[in-house]
């Protein structure tokens, strides 16, 4: 038994040596929905259910056929959109005359590992078996795939096909990682890439004020890169980020109550929303059934347009929602095309039954044991409104119609080309009987090309076309049905600022409100402050703090506040800088007329007691008080009170040079005079001792000698300091934040200080001489009276330090006239009112022996 088991197991062997070794396929062909022969086939691959059956494997019997639950009707539009533009090209004579074109569409139930398998399905064909010397090494059946919907799935079927030069060309592929040439070098779509989409809906956020949102994303490939790119974006723009949240279809029941919980609880009032239409709609329900309302939706491309989305419930969340869309677009013929399609027995052609019992409820299975009606097959879809007979948003549908154009044009280009010494074509042109898939990628890169609507379709080096949406904005119709209305338009080809493009369309908002909502962490600063961030918090949440005095701040949200120019302060409200009002004393001010009448006083006062000095100038004590002496003594006090004036006034350079140097001379003219009657009284009552002749060495010639030597002195010094550094007039913007101070500079401090001294040293010398001069006879009493003034000259003009020093401002200059006019008036009253009195009131003490001290006796 043993030697015969051993000769059948050599004669097995022997046999299968003899045969040549074939390549067999494994699995079902139940993808396959729809299928027509023709001399260059296009692949397609779409999700017509959601979801795929998942059987537990025993791996002891065979799991059957492969099923799918959640007929997606859209899916098989977009099929039959495909479909219609391969029998458009075929019937037309414009574009593959001598070609036709068939089609292999595949199902995938948005699963990866079945859209792999039908992307390999349609590279090696649906042969049982083929000997693999002879056709393991054929070209691939398909020269292109038109799909997926699903950036995940595309990924998957993209990085199968793409080392061998098929292209694969999206219609709904959006997420910018497809746009990576060495991952996907064989990948073209004609959905822009999310990398412009979300930059614009960060944009579009902005453009409408909100700085302060949340974010909700798919967790999967197109919601994780879009919303990725929009965090970049919205930062740059100055957006801040609440929270950010994924969900996912999959998702357990507590995750998706978490993230409707963070909306609620949310301070933001706009949600962005990156994530496809099925994770849409299952939030949304969610936040239906919470009755989560009042929050301003702004949505991606991928559900923003999407009717289950936006159905009655839907419209209750999510009314008011705004977002980007691919342009709408007219497909003629299409409806009927749609509408005209039937179901079909033939093996591969069995994409529309479904579709066709649910709608009819009926089966069309030739063994039906169930209670359900037959399908007669004479149905009509006419008037029958879903997903797949919807043709009023054809914006995906007519993707996959460019899609189709495009492959179409690339063969065509690749027909009609010719052949140039040097040409880069040269190779891809060559063999024109014989088509590979590269050639067609070739042809692709360079295609361009309008539809009929007016659409441009070309590709970029990434494979992408040009990023242009309309604005979408969820508008409810008179029967509470959702309107996706078109508000505008954004085209990232447009210069920076230009790029959105609004309509006079009013947009609905949030709670049917025709007010754009606010959403930000913190209200704008107005001008005139400027932000603080707070600690801990994003830099959209602020304080805001008022500029200091002398700063400002002109635009709201001001970082910073901006120091004014110097002869400018701020404004009450800190929002611009004004010029400061200029101060100095003037005639016109309360201050000034008070000091201008005393100053006018004391001059008509003094030219009083000169007339009466004059008038009475024969009489004994008019004599008796050197009234030469006398008379230029109230000259110089008569200036002294005049000099006062120049203080007063606008500063210019005359009047700056003019107030001190006069000041100066005429105040040391004052007091030489009044020195030199100190020194007269001296010497006269030093004449009076027997044998003393000193008067002859202080006459009148002598007398007006000293007056004039001591006036020169200071007038040198007046001369030296206009000459080195004389006074000017000066912009005080030290004491006052509000105004500028016009004042006088001295120039030279020591100038000054030589000029007050040299007034002290005077006043110093004469009142020591008066002092030793007090005791002489009582009725002789002009010593007392020099002495009585010079001591309120020397406290007033003590007193005047600290005062001018601490005194702002004009009231500097104040003070230093009331200096001025105390020490003059304390001169006329003290050294001329009591000889006026005599004169005028006591006449009969005007005589020679009164002044002298020889009273007649009485009888």
Not at 184 to 207: E, W
Not at 271 to 282: G, H, P, Q, R
Not at 566 to 591: A, P
């Amino acid at each position: 038994f043993a030697m015969l088991l051993l000769a059948e197991v050599v004669l097995i062997a022997l046999f299968s040596r003899a045969e040549k070794p074939v390549c067999q396929q494994y699995g079902t062909q139940e993808l396959l929905q729809f299928s027509k022969e023709g001399d260059i086939i296009l692949g397609g691959i779409f999700s017509f259910h959601k979801n795929p059956i998942l059987v537990k494997p025993t791996f002891k019997v065979n799991p059957g056929h492969i099923q799918c639950e959640g007929l997606n009707p859209g899916e098989l539009q977009y099929a039959q959109t495909m479909i219609f533009a391969i029998e458009e090209i075929n019937n037309s004579s414009d574009i593959l005359p001598a070609v036709s074109l068939g089609y292999k569409i595949y199902e995938a139930c948005r699963s990866i590992p079945l859209s792999i398998k039908a992307s390999l399905d349609l590279m090696n064909g649906q042969e049982k078996g083929f000997i693999t010397d002879q056709s393991c090494t054929k070209s691939s059946s398909v020269h292109a795939i038109i799909g997926q919907s699903s950036s995940t799935l595309t990924i998957g079927i993209a990085a199968t096909v793409g080392p061998f030069h098929i292209p694969v060309i999206s219609h709904f592929a959006s997420c910018a990682c497809l746009s990576n040439r060495k991952e996907f070098p064989s990948f073209f779509r004609t959905i822009p890439s999310d990398y412009y989409q979300s930059r614009a809906l960060a944009k579009l956020v902005k453009h409408f004020g909100w700085t302060w949102v949340g974010a909700i994303r798919s967790n999967n490939d197109y919601g994780n890169d879009g919303m990725a790119t929009f965090l970049q974006a919205a930062q740059k723009e100055g957006i801040c980020i609440e929270y950010s949240e994924s969900i996912f279809r999959s998702d357990p029941k507590e995750k998706l109550l978490k993230v409707v919980d963070i909306v609620k609880k949310s301070t933001s009032r706009v949600v962005v929303a990156f994530t496809s239409s099925l994770d849409m709609e299952i939030l949304a329900k969610e936040l239906f059934i919470q009755n989560v309302t009042g929050f301003q939706w702004v949505g991606s491309e991928a559900w923003v347009t999407n009717r289950y989305v936006g159905s009655k419930e839907g419209y209750k969340v999510l009314g008011g929602a705004v977002g980007f869309a691919i342009p709408n677009a007219e497909i003629p013929g299409l409806k009927e095309f749609i509408l005209n399609a039937r179901p079909s027995d033939t093996s591969g052609n069995t994409g529309l039954n479904e579709l066709w019992e649910t709608i009819f409820n009926c089966s069309l299975r030739s063994h039906n044991d169930s209670s359900t009606k037959p399908c007669t097959r004479t149905e009509t879809l006419k008037g029958i409104s879903n997903q797949y007979t919807d043709v009023s948003e054809l914006r995906i549908s007519n993707n996959v119609y460019k899609a189709v154009y495009a492959v179409a044009h690339s063969l065509h280009n690749r027909f009609t080309c010719k052949i140039s010494q040097g040409s880069s074509d040269d190779e891809a042109c060559a063999n024109k009987k014989k088509i590979e898939p590269w050639q067609v990628l070739h042809y692709l890169r360079r295609v361009n090309f309008t539809t009929r609507s007016g659409d441009s379709v070309y590709f970029d080096k990434n494979g992408d076309p040009a990023a242009r949406y309309t604005l979408i904005n969820w508008q409810p119709n008179e029967e509470g049905i959702t309107i996706f209305q078109t508000i505008g338009l954004y085209d990232d080809s447009l210069p920076e600022g230009q790029q959105f493009i609004m309509n006079y369309i009013r947009p609905v908002w949030a709670g049917d409100q025709h007010k754009v909502p606010r959403s930000v962490c913190s209200e704008s600063c107005l001008p005139g402050t400027r932000k603080a961030i707070e600690k801990g918090k994003p830099v959209c949440c602020f304080v805001c703090i008022s500029c200091a005095e002398g700063e400002f701040s002109n635009v709201t949200d001001s970082v910073d506040c901006s120091k004014c120019p110097l002869e400018y302060r701020s404004n009450e409200q800190r929002s611009q800088c004004i010029l400061k009002s200029i101060e100095f004393l003037s005639f016109g001010e309360l201050m000034g007329i008070l000091l201008v009448t005393c100053s006018g006083f004391g001059t008509s006062l003094t030219i009083a007691i000169a007339f009466v000095f004059f008038r009475y100038r024969y009489t004994a004590i008019v004599k008796a008080n050197n009234s030469e002496l006398s008379f230029l003594l109230l000259f110089s006090l008569t200036l002294c009170f005049l000099c006062s004036l120049t203080f007063i006034g606008q500063p210019s350079d005359w009047s700056c040079m003019l107030r001190h140097t006069a000041f100066g001379i005429t105040f040391v003219l004052c007091i030489s005079c009044v020195l030199g009657k100190t020194i007269v009284v001296l010497m006269a009552f030093r004449a009076t001792l027997p044998g003393n002749n000193i008067m002859k060495w202080f006459g009148p010639t002598q007398q007006r000698l000293s007056v004039l030597a001591f006036t020169l002195v200071q007038v040198l010094i007046c001369f030296l300091w206009l000459k080195i550094s004389p006074p000017f007039p000066n912009k005080n913007m030290k004491y006052y934040a509000d105004r500028i101070i016009l004042e006088c500079d001295l120039g030279s401090v020591g100038a000054f200080c030589a000029v007050l001294g040299y007034i002290g040293f005077l006043s110093a010398m004469c009142f020591v001489l008066a002092f030793l001069a007090r005791k002489l006879p009582d009725n002789f009493n002009e010593a007392k009276c020099i002495t009585f003034s010079m001591l309120i000259f020397c406290k007033v003009w003590i007193t005047f330090i600290p005062a001018y020093v601490s005194s702002p401002g004009k009231f500097t200059v104040a003070v230093e006239i009331f200096a001025i006019l105390a020490s003059s008036y304390g001169l006329l009253f003290c050294i001329f009112m009591p000889k006026c009195y005599i004169i005028l009131f006591k006449p009969e003490q005007n005589t020679k022996q009164h002044v002298m001290g020889k009273m007649p006796s009485k009888s």
